[in-house]
Each structure stands twice: as structure tokens, then as C-alpha cells.
């Protein structure tokens, strides 16, 4: 059973493998799977929550928000915190700024 | 804005490398934006299998590190509310590029979902507000491509995103 607290991520995705109709041998308890996800907010990765896991998941101070294990180590090696949200609104910006003022090709 | 569906029925997958262009119908399918200020979000994926004999597949939904070429085609897309005013551009889906198939990412995967394609289906639906998002018309945001790394199931499934 997975207990929420502070350190775990609310409000969650939903991940299921189900294999009871599969008519082939299979290790003992694993013709269903069934797990929470949720989306790191840096890079959009899916993380399946592992109810057998111990060590506290990341929240980034930045964003508020839980973020995968990849994004924790560059999080902690000093690297800003950018969402996948702020990237998309970058780039989006960018793509509408230079088509309305598109840059000057020179020879 | 509009939800769509994008569908592929009976596909037999063929395993992919990482980095390497998908083979035409040997994969369910690649969504890719398509325009430059475009925007879509993943929020369900399902994939039911169909073979007729045990056939262990790691299917993988991951952004394409080089998109694809050409106009996609084979595989379905609708929009899921019939009433809506569909938007100008829509996302190209299909698992058949007129140039060149999408090269998977090797590090961008973005959802992992192995099953037993002998019955066994395979579903994630993302929690609101947390869809995967694809966005612009070059690499690695633009396109998703949903494979098998291993394993060459028979599989039928649907992605259910909306345009942003």
C-alpha cells in the first residue's frame, strides 16, 4: 500500500499492465501491474511511482513540483529550474516573434 | 481546444534501435506537431495485443530525436467532441512517412509500456494538468514516436491528446 505524505506527489497519473488474459507462463503475481505516475515537470518524463521504494522523491523548490530522479541530480549539481512548460512557452514565443519579424538573411 | 484521437489497428512492430529511422509499418505510429507554433498534449496512451502466441514486447513512447519527413499516413485520427471547430493545423500521425521515419531518442523516453502482446493490453492515462507535450516542428519537441525496442508484437491501441 502507498502512503501519501508530503514527500510523495498528489494527484496522479494511472499506469497498468495487464496481462490475466495472456495465455503464456509468467512469474507468480505479475499478470497485473498496476501503479500511480506522475510527469516530471522538467523534462516530462512519466515516473511509475515503486510503492517498494524508500528513498524520499525530489520536489524542486522552483517549481513546486515533484521531478524525476535525471532532473534531481541536475537540479542538485546547480542547475536552474526550468519547466517543460517554460521551454514550449520560449520557443513558442520565439517561433511567433520571427515569423511576424523575420530575420534578415545576409549574402 | 480539440482532443483528438489517433488509432492504429493490427500492427505488427518490428524492434527499433534507438537513434535509428522507424521503418514503415513496422511501428503503431509517430505523432508529430507539424507547426511551428503547434502544441499537443498526450493524455492517454493504450495498447492492446493480438497475437496469437506468447510475444513479450517493450513498447516505448519517447520523443524523436530526428523527426520524420513527409506526409504520415496509415492509422486513424478523429476528433474526439464532434461539435468542436477543429483547429487549422492538426498533428500528422501515422506509421508510414512519405520521406523518412522519426529516429527514436535515446534518452528521451517518455513512457515504458511492456506487455505480453498474446492479450495483454497496456494502459497510462496522465493526470490532469500533467499531459506530455509536444510542441514546434523541429527535433526533440515536435514528435512522438510509439515503438517496440524489443520484441515484434501484433498490437492494436489508441493516444489520446488535444491540440493546444
Not at chain 2, 18 to 33: E, F, I, K, M, Q
Not at chain 2, 50 to 60: N, R
Not at chain 2, 90 to 103: E, K, L, R, Y
Amino acid at each position: 500500500m502507498l502512503i501519501l505524505n508530503d514527500s510523495q506527489p498528489r494527484g496522479l497519473g494511472y499506469y497498468e499492465i495487464d496481462n490475466r488474459l495472456t495465455n503464456a507462463e509468467m512469474p507468480v503475481g505479475q499478470r497485473h501491474f498496476e501503479a500511480d505516475t506522475y510527469t516530471c515537470s522538467h523534462c516530462n518524463a512519466v515516473v511509475v511511482l515503486n510503492p517498494n521504494r524508500v528513498r524520499e522523491r525530489y520536489k524542486c523548490n522552483g517549481c513546486n513540483h515533484h521531478i524525476c530522479d535525471d532532473c534531481k541530480a541536475k537540479r542538485l549539481m546547480g542547475n536552474p529550474c526550468k519547466t517543460m512548460k517554460q521551454a514550449i512557452e520560449e520557443s513558442m514565443e520565439s517561433a511567433a516573434r520571427h515569423a511576424e519579424f523575420p530575420s534578415i538573411i545576409l549574402p | 481546444m480539440a482532443r483528438y484521437i489517433a488509432s492504429w489497428s493490427a500492427v505488427t512492430a518490428a524492434a527499433l534501435v534507438d537513434t535509428s529511422a522507424a521503418v514503415n509499418a513496422a511501428y503503431p505510429g509517430s505523432l508529430r506537431s507539424g507547426g511551428a507554433t503547434l502544441q499537443y498534449r498526450v493524455n492517454e496512451v493504450y495498447i492492446g495485443g493480438e497475437d496469437t502466441a506468447s510475444t513479450p514486447c517493450q513498447m516505448i513512447l519517447a520523443r524523436a530525436s530526428t523527426i520524420s519527413v513527409g506526409a504520415l499516413s496509415v492509422g486513424n485520427i478523429a476528433v474526439a467532441d464532434f461539435t468542436v471547430t477543429a483547429p487549422g493545423t492538426v498533428p500528422g500521425w501515422g506509421n508510414t512517412a512519405a520521406t523518412s521515419g522519426a529516429q527514436r531518442s535515446s534518452t528521451l523516453y517518455l513512457l515504458q509500456l511492456s506487455l505480453n502482446t498474446f492479450g495483454g493490453i497496456a494502459r497510462w492515462q496522465a493526470r490532469y494538468g500533467e499531459e506530455l507535450t509536444a510542441y514546434g516542428n523541429t527535433a526533440t519537441g515536435a514528435e512522438m514516436l510509439l515503438s517496440s525496442k524489443v520484441g515484434a508484437g501484433k498490437t492494436s491501441g489508441h493516444i489520446i491528446f488535444e491540440i493546444v
